[in-house]
């Protein structure tokens, strides 16, 4: 049955922005985004607004009422309010303009100078970039994020919206590095980790550092060379070593295998090149495979492929066949 805009409670998009829905809930929010063009129009409308919001909800408060009475007693040393009856009588009128000049004046100083939102999204190239607080990162084809940094947050924030990316965090204690995705949320202070993203799944595989990745009251801490595969659907969690450097293929420029099974191999150069190699029997795909390819041509990898394990190379239709 699909959901229609007026189901949707902005309570519960904000709750799945925060990363505290429940699987079932998950499942209708996903159900009614699917449900039409319109609805998932309106999710990434939301999306940036309640970034913003809480961005606003964290910048520090002037404290009005400290600063008043700062310059009350300057005055009164100063002997400017000699007439303590007339003082008297407009102090409060007084306090009350001070007040909103400066609360109007921070609302001004904050809009002027806060750092909008930015979205980065790579199109059909790979592309790198280095954020307003020194991190770095490199997203994958077809990828996107939001980054919302501002000196005055306690947090440094991306939510990925597609695609996949690497992090080359910038460390800074007192500012945590967080990566958001469909209630997901992932922290760090400085590290380097890669985050894939496919609908309803994610995969954290972490370089160096640690990485805290949380869904709701799950919660499970990542050390260098570990790797969480997390289905949001159905909240399945798997934690395990990451055996391999397959995953930083589009920014190293190197497919690097090690006694790794052809198969994995087969689907990273899919993704490179894309190209639909299909291994033809069971045993070519567990064969292991120990090289580097260099960004070279995806005809000279073929042709490594098929020298080293004897194959038979056949194209048919917009498939390429081993066997």
């Known amino acids: ?45 939301l999306l940036p607004i309640w970034q913003m919001n809480q961005r ?47 609360a109007f004046g921070w609302f ?6 806060a750092d909008r ?15 307003s607080d020194g991190s770095v990162v490199t997203l994958n084809k077809n990828s996107a994020l939001i980054f919302a940094d501002n000196r005055r947050l306690k947090q440094r924030e991306v939510t990925i919206t597609k695609g996949e990316g690497f992090f080359n965090v910038k460390h800074n204690t007192s500012r945590p590095f967080i990566v958001r995705y469909r209630g997901c949320k992932i922290t760090v202070l ?38 969480v595969f997390f289905n949001l659907d159905s909240g399945r969690l798997k934690r395990s070593p990451n055996s391999d450097h397959l995953y930083d293929y589009y920014f190293s420029k190197e497919i690097k295998a090690d ?16 190209s639909k190699i299909v291994i033809g029997s069971k045993q070519l795909k567990d064969r292991q495979l120990t090289t580097v390819f260099k960004d070279q041509p995806l005809q000279q990898i073929l042709d490594v492929l098929s020298k080293t394990y004897n194959l038979k190379v056949t194209r048919k239709n917009d498939s390429i066949i081993l066997e």
């Open 190 to 227: 400085g590290t380097s980790f890669n985050v894939r993203t496919h609908d309803k799944e994610i995969e954290v595989i972490v370089e160096s550092g640690l990485v805290s990745i949380s869904r709701g009251f799950t919660s499970i801490l990542l050390r260098p060379s570990e790797k």
């Open 117 to 131: 939102p930015i979205t980065l999204a790579s199109g059909n190239q790979v592309m790198a970039d280095t954020l």
């Open 1 to 45: 049955m699909s959901v229609d805009l007026r189901n949707i409670d902005d309570a519960l998009l904000a709750k799945y922005f925060q990363g505290e829905t429940a699987p079932e809930e998950n499942r209708i929010i996903e159900s009614w985004r699917g449900a039409s063009a319109a609805n998932e129009k309106y999710f990434q409308n």
């Open 259 to 274: 006694k790794t099974p052809l198969w994995k191999v087969v689907n990273v150069i899919n993704k490179k090149y894309n």
């Open 108 to 113: 001004v100083l904050y809009s002027f100078y």
């Open 56 to 102: 606003i909800l964290r910048v520090e408060t002037p404290d009005i009422d400290g600063a008043w009475k700062r310059f009350e007693k300057q005055a009164d040393a100063k002997g400017l309010f000699g007439n303590k009856r007339w003082w008297t009588k407009r102090k409060i009128s007084f306090a009350a303009a001070a007040a909103i000049a400066l």
